[in-house]
């Protein structure tokens, strides 16, 4: 057994290989038996769940992401997009959305054209995109040549800032031969301009991704497999390659769908796991699954209307087992007709970038408008078909750490459980500018360790995604190491996260997901 950084107790058999089939909710062995002491080094410490909780009368609220105004960012325009017409496709199938602090510039991996090109384009402000032409595809933005009888289907970009200089980009490909076989390749990248094919993957469904666990120091398949409809299976290696090939046994059963999620009113069918894309963020991972709520292919390419997949945000602090308290969509299908973004979302893989005091989501929609097949048409194969036509990216933002919040239009109190600290200044992201928050450190028993009591406290009265607080005579590094529970005092206000800086400008020692302006690597420090 071994411990986390976040003092999880891991078992010994890991990857666990218990998940079971059916429709109860998966466990989460963490948040039914937590730490004794809970070491908060690693990261803004969020209150997406009970974890770091011990009692409170705040109330937690979750929140969804809302849709930028310049949405959609990408719209087909191209030759290589517009996709003679049948299929017109411009955004990412998982794909990638980084930024990469070697040139200051945004970078989305994306579909052109349906199952046709794995192209790049760049940015300053994540706005405003260029195509660059590229080598692969002379003419186009293409990074990859689509290799004869290959159609392009799902792919995962990801950008490994602790590589060698020459394998800086990693990317998984799933094609289809024409008529034969189909499985995904892998390949490596300095700057994900210049690819490197170096084989293929052990064989899986379409759809499947990968992401890098930085806490495990681990690069984990997030396979699809059909042991129970659409559902993941989980493998995990410390080298890119090797994660990407696996024995039947060395898979094991990871996520899938439950009796929580609720089918669509419209269609009425049991709700399935279609994609999970993973990053590390701040102190936790952050999952992004598309929930898949129909109709079937043959349904929807009937109807000539995209699949319905919204996007729910789950959270693991052991880098396996995800707990989804909130089952409504972050990023929902509008389901409007005529609408850029009806249908069939998918997370850009690096999930979502720190842009100031926001993150921004970069993902797939589906309009199903634009192509020449009339509903029921099919061109070359089956999936051919206006179900998968007028794909746009979209974007969408949220508060920094604005997952949930802990709020009150009164006055409240949240204590934690123990903790340990090694810092010297603590920060919270809060919303008290009606209101006031503050702070008081105890021992484990609940006494109060003097100066840090709620007197000495200089209220904090603002709305900041990093603000200190402070207290009359404050050392507190003089806790460093020390086991204590912070009790936050909120009046008329949201607490989001708090966390224990070395430094007075608040750097958190945690992921930033991928990537920003301002960060030079995965860390904020």
Known sequence: MTTSYNGIALPGEWPP?????????????????PPAVIPVDVGRQLFVDDFLIESTTLERVYHAAKVHDAAPVLSPETELELNRGQCPVAAPFNDGAWYDPADGTFKLFYMAGWYDGAAMATSDDGINWRRPRLAAVPGTNAVIPRPPDHLRDGAMVWLDYNAAPEERFKMFVYWRW????????????????????????????????FFHNPFRRKFVFSIRHKWQRRARSYHEHDDFLQASRWRDDDAVRWARADRLDR??????????????????????????????????????????RPKINDLQLAYSRDGFHWHRPHREAFIGASRRWGSWNYGYIHAAGGVCLVVGDELWFYYGAFSGQGSVFKPGESGDYPHDNAMYAGGHTGL????????????????????????????KYLFVNTDAADGELRVEVTDRRGNVIEPFSLANCRPVRADSTRERVAWNDD???????????????????????????????????????????????PVDE
Request: hydrophobic share 35%; charged share 20%; no cysteine.
């Open 263 to 304: 089918p669509d009113p419209l269609v009425g069918i049991a709700p399935q796991l279609y994609d999970l894309n993973a990053v590390a963020y701040e102190s936790l991972m952050l999952g992004a699954f598309a929930i898949f709520h129909g109709p079937e292919n043959d349904r929807a390419a009937q109807l000539g």
């Open 475 to 521: 050392e507190l590094a003089t806790l460093a190491g020390r086991e204590v529970r912070f009790r936050f005092h909120l009046r008329r206000g949201k607490l989001y996260a708090f966390w224990v800086s070395p430094s007075d400008l608040g750097v958190s020692r945690g992921y930033v997901a991928a990537g920003g302006p301002g960060f030079s690597g």
């Open 396 to 423: 969408a933002t949220l508060r920094r750490d604005g997952f949930a919040s802990m709020e009150t239009d009164g006055e409240g109190e949240l204590v934690t459980r123990p903790l340990k600290f090694s810092g």
């Open 178 to 209: 024409i008529g034969r076989r189909q499985g995904g390749k892998v390949y490596t990248s300095p700057d994900g301009i210049r690819w490197a094919e170096r084989g293929m993957a052990s064989p899986s469904g379409d759809n499947t991704t």
């Open 17 to 33: 290989s218990d998940i079971g089939v059916g429709d109860d909710p998966l466990p989460v062995p963490y948040l039914s038996s």
